[in-house]
């Protein structure tokens, strides 16, 4: 290799620069001021690691780039930068000289910068010209050099890369300007490649402008789950996709931490458990980072590091909060520029530190100061609620132990209609459910309650309550009407307890308390938890259907649905038209029953709820109207579907009717003891709509079985809850010859305001057995008419699947003496291919037949979107509906239907 001559300091000089001419040997490789040999190893291509993992994406752009002047590789410590540039420069090197030097702190300064510099491009270029000279000091370097180097390179054959490997290292300005001298004036022939862990201080953003920069940075660098499966592969493991999968999601793609790990790896007798286990307190990982990032910084950033580790964000005011200085701003946009593990988000003001590091920091933290971390996350609490952050305020003043003020302010912010609208509260249930059952205070014991019933515990919820109760009586003052709103809100969604008119009394009463602490608030507060007002309904709307009093609970529930309004009340609306379905699939408001179900799956699905924040009363009400329709398969799969949902255990109401539907679909397919065994043993009589449900099943399993005796007793008890009872008592008493008594109940029940359409039907239905049995046909013809005229626009089919054979027997008997008889043609029709659903359709949107359309052409959902111009999931939920309404499960029935229909 040629070697770079060095003047002597007495010969003829050129500014600061000495002639390369006529020197021995010796002196080439020297430094001119000091005699010391330049080191031969910082020039050197770094060797290839044993495990090296080739990474095609990186080196193509790299490739790529280096047929421009400059290439940019930043990124932390470890992230692989020095690896990545030395496998292309590996494979650059036989076609392109590649000039490689690595920096060290001790080339900060021009003349040594320089000196090694231009060995590293003579030793890549043997003909590059000896009339450029050298530097004659260490601390500057003169401009004709630099001339005669441009020039030189300029009047190259071909293009020269020169690496500078740890430029961080060599960061001041001198160094920057020359180089940028020397871009500037060498034309297409010096392509330089700079790694560094900061940027350099040259003109990056006009670079960009003009087209003549790529960059290559930290993130780019993180290893993609392929990537780090090959590189354990290369280390003798075998590790599984979700092995893998963990590992790089827990490193963040971080080259080092991941080559550490497979180390670890390697002696650990249990991988997949030390995978599932690793945290960055692992010591080839902590000693790596604390050495390498947290010990290279001076001891203020040091303090500010470890105690803003508590942290998942960091702001610069928070920091200063943290550590009782005002120069946090500086050090983390430092550090930030440094890519030492801390990094801007959002709109620059805040600041992440990689997990990994910050895991150390918390550990470092806890090792040097125990007790501190509780303190720090205190004082985070009061800074994130000053600034009206409340969620995050929370997250830490549980972190410090402080659970009085983090339920207090739970309590004063109303957290607590969040926390019962969505499950869940953003977190807020799982963070309260570490908080000690001791804490005291009535606001401690309301979030308490609030998350027992978000548990589906109501008992536990009514026990916390009452406690809350004794608080509010023992504290001196009168409590504060956000305090008071709360305990109101959670009796009316927990008091439905046995039913009757005494409790859907009470729930009014406590909804009326609500809606004057609910005036009493500034109308902004109100605005910002529209949940309440909704949840105010849906939970009188609830407690008037456990009393029996459906009309009144459908009133309340569609004021619940209309209550909602924006994104934040999605989840109650899910509920409350679930619930509006369920109490008019009661009424046999069939079709809208139908309408508010669908409704309100498709508001679950729009929000991505999933099946355990799902309530299952929108399934429970298709389970119903399908049963009401004898479609006994959509019936069975909807309530499949209701009982994968938590609610449907959990509360009473929806218990009820989840078992009472099941037991009535055993009972239709003939079933008569599993309809039994489905209701378990009958529980105390009582007038409450759950109970009520029960009864009637047990009471229609009863008689199927023949035993109009035990179908009488089932419903005994329950004949507060409205007139249904009275009709089944009614059919029980026909069943045993009992006509007079059978019809003296059905009269009673039929002048009732209540009746629901299902059993108004099968009153005419058992008067018109009454009067076939009299012998008084025309009597009979005229009341299955009227039956039949009622139940049509429903298309209710039940009724008449369980009347028995003496109704086909009327229906064939001639009515009038032309022989015409009673049309009853809608009770037979079936959809296409046989499945017993009604004929009844619902008519389709505009852009519903359009989507039906473009399925007739056999497009895939992909492509209709992009016909339509609409979403991949607008098209989903469109298509949904068109099988909704056309009552089938699939594209080609859709398009039969369609077909027979003259849709399409």
């Known amino acids: 290799m040629p070697t770079t001559g060095v003047p002597d300091p007495s010969g003829d000089r050129r500014g600061d620069d000495a002639a390369a001419s006529g020197r021995g040997a010796a002196s080439r490789t020297t430094l001119a001021w000091s005699g010391d040999p330049l080191l031969g190893a910082k020039f050197a291509i770094p060797a290839a690691p044993r495990a090296l993992v080739r990474r095609r994406r990186l080196l193509e752009r790299l490739a790529g780039a280096a047929d421009g002047p400059l290439t940019l590789v930043t990124g932390p410590a470890g992230a692989g930068k020095t ?217 203020a950033t040091r303090d500010l590091l470890l105690r803003t580790s508590v942290l998942d964000r960091v702001h610069p005011e928070l920091a200063d909060a943290l550590t009782g200085r005002r120069d946090a701003e500086g050090i983390l946009a430092r550090l930030a520029r440094a890519n030492a593990f801390v990094e801007p988000v959002a709109d620059g003001s805040w600041y992440r530190f990689h997990s990994l590091f910050a895991e150390v920091l918390r550990t470092h933290l806890r090792s040097r100061q125990p007790g501190l971390a509780e303190e720090l996350h205190g004082r985070a609490a009061r800074w994130f609620a000053g600034t009206g952050r409340t969620g995050e305020a929370l997250v830490h003043a549980a972190a410090a132990g402080q659970w009085p003020y983090a339920a207090g302010e739970t309590v004063r912010h109303l957290l607590v209609g969040p926390l019962l609208a969505d499950g869940g509260g953003d977190g807020l249930a799982e963070l309260f459910s570490h908080m000690p059952p001791d804490v005291p205070g009535a606001e401690a014991a309301l979030v308490a309650a609030a998350c027992r019933l978000v548990r589906g515990d109501t008992e536990g919820c009514r026990e916390r309550l009452d406690e809350a109760g004794r608080w509010l009586r023992r504290e001196e003052g009168r409590p504060s009407p956000e305090v008071r709103l709360t305990h109101a809100l959670l009796r009316l969604l927990s008091e439905p307890g046995q039913g009757g008119d005494g409790e859907a009394a009470a729930a009014e009463e406590t909804a009326r308390e609500l809606a004057g602490l609910m005036e009493g608030l500034l109308p902004a507060r109100l605005e910002e938890r529209p949940e309440i007002g909704a949840l105010r309904h849906h939970g009188l709307a609830r407690a008037l259907l456990f009393a029996g009093r459906v009309d009144d609970a459908r009133h309340a529930s569609a004021d619940a649905v209309a209550a909602c309004a924006g994104g934040a009340t999605g989840p109650v609306r899910h509920r409350a038209l679930g619930m509006l379905a369920l109490a008019e699939s009661a009424a046999g408001v069939l079709g809208a029953a139908e309408d508010h179900a669908a409704r309100s799956l498709a508001d679950a699905d729009r929000h991505g709820m999933l099946p355990d924040r799902r309530s299952g009363a929108a399934d429970l009400a298709l389970a119903a109207v399908a049963f009401e329709r004898a479609d006994q398969d959509t019936a069975h799969r ?267």
């Open 638 to 904: 909807h309530l499949a579907q209701a009982r994968a949902c938590p609610d449907t255990h959990d509360d009473p109401l929806l218990a009820a009717e989840r078992t009472a539907l099941l037991s009535r679909l055993e009972l239709a397919e003939g079933r008569w003891d599993a309809a039994l065994a489905a209701l378990g043993e009958g529980g105390p009589a009582s007038s409450s709509w759950p109970a009520q449900r029960l009864a009637l099943a047990r009471s229609a399993a009863a008689l199927a079985r023949g035993d109009p005796e035990a179908a009488a007793s089932s419903v005994h008890g329950t004949g507060d809850g409205g007139p249904a009872p009275a009709v089944a008592l009614a059919f029980a008493h026909l069943a045993a010859g009992r006509t007079g008594r059978a019809l003296r109940l059905a009269a009673r029940a039929d002048r009732s305001g209540r009746l629901g359409l299902p059993d108004r039907v099968r009153v005419r239905l058992l008067r018109a057995h009454a009067a076939l049995l009299d012998g008084d046909l025309a009597a009979a013809h005229e009341l299955l008419a009227q039956a039949l005229e009622a139940a049509r626009a429903e298309r209710l089919r039940r009724p008449f699947t369980e009347a028995g054979p003496w109704l086909r027997r009327l229906l064939d008997e001639p009515r009038q003496a032309d022989g015409s008889g009673v049309s009853a043609s809608w009770l037979t029709e079936r959809r296409p291919g046989g499945g017993g659903a009604p004929a009844h359709t619902e008519a389709l949107s505009p852009r519903e037949r359009d989507v039906l359309a473009c399925v007739e052409r056999m497009l895939s959902t992909d492509e209709i979107a992009a016909e339509l111009h609409l979403s991949v999931n607008t098209v989903k939920t469109h298509l949904r509906s068109v099988y909704r309404k056309l009552c089938v499960s699939r594209r080609r029935e859709a398009v039969e239907r369609g077909r027979q229909l003259h849709i399409l």
């Open 83 to 299: 690896t990545l540039v030395a496998s292309w420069a590996r494979l650059t090197e036989p076609t392109t000289p590649v000039a490689w030097l690595t920096l060290d702190a001790h080339d900060n300064v021009p003349g040594v910068f320089w000196a090694y510099a231009l060995e590293a491009l003579r030793r890549a270029l043997p003909d590059l010209p000896r009339d450029i000279g050298a530097p004659a000091c260490s601390d500057s370097v003169g401009r004709s050099l630099l001339v005669r180097l441009a020039s030189a390179l300029e009047r190259l054959p071909g293009p020269v890369v020169l690496v500078l490997d740890g430029l961080e290292k060599a960061a001041g300005r001198k160094v920057a300007a020359s180089l940028e001298f020397l871009l500037e004036h060498t034309g297409s022939r010096l392509r330089l490649v700079l790694v560094s862990r900061v940027d350099p201080l040259l003109p990056l953003h006009r670079y960009r402008a003009e087209d003549r920069l790529c960059e290559i940075r930290g993130p780019d660098l993180a290893f993609t789950p392929r990537e780090a499966e090959v590189l354990l592969r290369r280390h003798g493991l075998a590790p599984g996709g979700e092995v893998v999968r963990r590992l790089t999601d827990r490193t963040e793609g971080w080259a080092a931490g991941l080559r550490l790990c497979a180390l670890a790896l390697q002696r650990s007798p249990d991988p997949d458990g030390f995978v599932r286990s690793f945290t960055a307190s692992e010591r080839v990982v902590a000693d790596y980072l604390l050495a390498e990032v947290l010990d290279a910084q001076p001891p």
